[in-house]
Each structure stands twice: as C-alpha cells, then as structure tokens.
C-alpha cells in the first residue's frame, strides 16, 4: 500500500506523537509498504536538506503552544502529490492543520481516512488564555466536527475510546495501542553513563521523571512528595529529565524545598539518549494524569526498570502485577510506594515483563494498524459500491 501520514509535529520536535508516528512508518516499511511523511516546516530543519518521504508545508507556531507548529497552505500541492504518489489511504495524526489536510486528500482522491486521537485535548485548555475562551464543549465540538466522514479512528487506550464514545463519535473506533521497538532499549555498553556526567554515585538510590516539562505532568507533585522520601531514603536522587514551560518554577520549587542537592534537571537531551537514562536509574516516576497512551512508562519497562504512575483504567490494566510497578491515586500513596520500590530494587520478573511488552511491542502495532487499514479499504469499497448501485 501507498499510505500517507499526514501531522503537525515530527522530528526533530519532541514527543509522544512524533514518536509514534516514527514508530508506525518504521513498521509499516519494514511490511513493504511505501509510507509518506505530510508534515510542518520546522526551524531546525533546512529547506534544501533532503528527507526522504518527507514533505514539508509552510507553518508558524501554534499559539500558546510554541514548539508545536501549524500549516497555513499547501493543501492543493498536497492533492497533487497524493495524486502523483497514488495514495491507497491516509492517516491523519491531529486534529488541526494537516488533519484538514489529509481529510481533504483522502475525500478528493475517493480513497479512506483513518485517524489516531493523541491528546487529550481537555487537559491542555490551560494552554489557551488560561482557560478562559475554550472549554471542554468546546473540545467536543471540535472532536466531532473532525471525526465526522472518518473510515476509522485509532484510540492508543481505553481512556480514549471512552472519551471518544462519550463525545458520541459514530466512526469505527478500534483500541490499538502505540507500540515501541523493543530492541532501543537494550543496554549497551558503548550508552552515556549518566550517572557519571551528573555525578550521582553508583549506588545511590535514583527515581526517574522522563517528559515534556509541562504543567499538566504533574511533576510539582513528585518534587513534594520527594520531601518525605528523602526522609526514609536519604541518599536517594530525582532526576528531571526534559523540557518545557514548568521547567523554571519547578526548579525554584525545588530550591525553596532545600532539594537542590538531590533533584537534577537535565534540560532537553538527545533522542540517542533516552534508553541511557532509564538504565541509570532505580525507578520511573509519573504524578501525569493526561496521557493518552503512555509511551515513556512502556519504554521504562522496556529498560528492564519498574514504574510508579498515577492510577486510571490504563495504567491500572498495565501494571495488575506488582513485579512491574505500581499506580497511586494520593500522593501519600505515591511516596509509600516509591520508597517500597527503591527500597526493595530486586530483579524484574522478566516472564511478566515479557508477556506485558509482547502486546505493545512495535511489531504487534504495526500489524494490527495493517489490519485496520485493510478493513477500512474493504469498508469503504463496499459502501462506495452500494452507493453506486443504489444511484443507477
């Protein structure tokens, strides 16, 4: 098949999204498919640089939300290299620019859309005005309007489809979650020792917050609970890895709380590092309530490291053993059990661990997105006969 992706954000931006879709096109090539990238223009990327399947359409900032990007033209040069590169289906990525995008190629090219909601767009209104203009309605009206005239919406988690089935979404829905490629994060002897650059001692106790810096990731909660922790582990160490808008106010958090001494933030590092830094550490920590699908807590597990996570239906359904880790709904109920994990650091269960990541496994997400495509195109077929029929 001849698939198009269709996204506002890739690499070299930062995130969930980009990582996913990363993920998807490495898989979808690897089945022989020919995949395309429709995506923004980004800042770090030259214009004359080549990226093969890549191509980029003018954008600017999104309000409020400034390393994430936005098209604002391109759609008839999109329709013809849809045209050109005789796409079998698109796959959009967002719900904004290049979302409208590729629903506009996929209904002018008479051949399926598919779409996978990311975000959970009701936690991020804080982004715009505070709060103050958009409302969760609002959120409603914008995810119906979009999935309307959809042949089908990938969901990464039962958390979505809920939302999605609550917002009374009628095209297809189908629970796929996001996969991740196993194999990144082996040890590897020639890896950064992280513990050496930041000077954290080999022995020491070390928990790890991996993620966009951001307000709705809740790390304020772990740097307070991390008071309490340090009185039962004193020689324990949190390292904050990451960047984004909360990074200033959480380090001045952390110096009024005395914790200088023992919370690290790194800033952005490099993609080629990530597996280095859950190797380092003893246990992966999240207080976010807002992810869709969870990626970093798959890749920590993947890294042979057990987690400690906010409860809700998904990490609830991850983690049923207590040999992976464990969710939390109270924060004396998140310090009680990090100090639990750092203080019993045995090794992994690895037949849980294997049973667990062979269902998010990048393979097994490849192959059932595959799937979805396929059905869709029958789907869509059938009733584009039947219209046909009924016309004559």
Not at 14 to 35: D, M, N, P, Y
Not at 255 to 273: A, K, R, S
Not at 373 to 380: E, H, T
């Amino acid at each position: 098949m001849n698939i198009g992706l269709f996204t506002d954000t890739y690499f070299p931006q930062v995130s969930g999204v980009a990582t996913s879709i990363k993920t998807l096109r490495h898989e979808l090539e690897k089945q022989g498919h020919q995949v395309y990238i429709f995506t923004t223009t980004d800042p770090h990327v030259e214009k004359d640089v080549y990226e093969r399947n890549i191509f980029r359409f003018p954008s600017v900032p999104f309000v409020s939300f400034t390393d994430r990007r936005i098209a604002f033209r391109g759609l008839l040069h999109a329709y013809q290299l849809a045209k050109e590169l005789n796409l079998d289906i698109v796959h959009t990525q967002t719900e904004f620019s290049m979302g409208l995008i590729g629903k506009f190629v996929a209904r002018a090219m008479k051949i399926p859309c598919i779409h996978t909601y990311h975000t959970m767009y009701e936690d991020y209104l804080h982004y715009v005005a505070n709060g103050k203009i958009l409302k969760p309605v609002h959120v409603k009206q914008m995810t119906l309007a979009f999935c309307s005239h959809l042949d089908g919406v990938v969901a990464p988690s039962e958390r979505v489809i809920d939302t999605l089935k609550g917002y009374g979404v009628k095209a297809p829905i189908r629970v796929i979650p996001t996969g991740i490629d196993l194999e990144q994060y082996e040890p590897d002897e020639n890896e950064l020792n992280v513990r050496e650059k930041y000077q954290i001692p080999a022995d020491a106790p070390m928990m790890l917050s991996l993620s966009r810096v951001a307000y709705e990731k809740n790390i304020k909660e772990i740097i307070d609970g991390f008071t309490s922790i340090l009185k039962q582990v004193p020689s324990a160490y949190l390292m904050i890895v990451g960047d984004g808008p909360a990074k200033a106010d959480l380090e001045q958090q952390t110096h009024d709380l005395g914790l200088d001494d023992h919370v690290i933030f790194t800033g952005e590092i490099n993609n080629n590092e990530v597996s280095a830094f859950y190797h380092a550490t003893n246990l992966f920590v999240s207080a976010s309530d807002s992810e869709s699908q969870g990626l970093t807590y798959i890749e920590a597990l993947a890294a042979d490291k057990k987690i400690v996570v906010k409860s809700s239906p998904y990490t609830d359904e991850l983690l049923q053993d207590p040999e992976l880790g464990a969710t939390f709904k109270t924060q004396d109920e998140m310090v009680e059990k990090m100090i639990y994990y750092l203080k019993h650091d045995k090794i992994m269960d690895h037949a849980v661990l294997n049973q667990t990541l062979k269902q998010v496994s990048s393979e097994t997400f490849g192959e059932r997105i595959i799937e979805f495509y396929r059905d869709a195109r029958f789907n869509y077929e059938e009733i584009h006969e039947s219209s046909a029929d009924t016309s004559h």
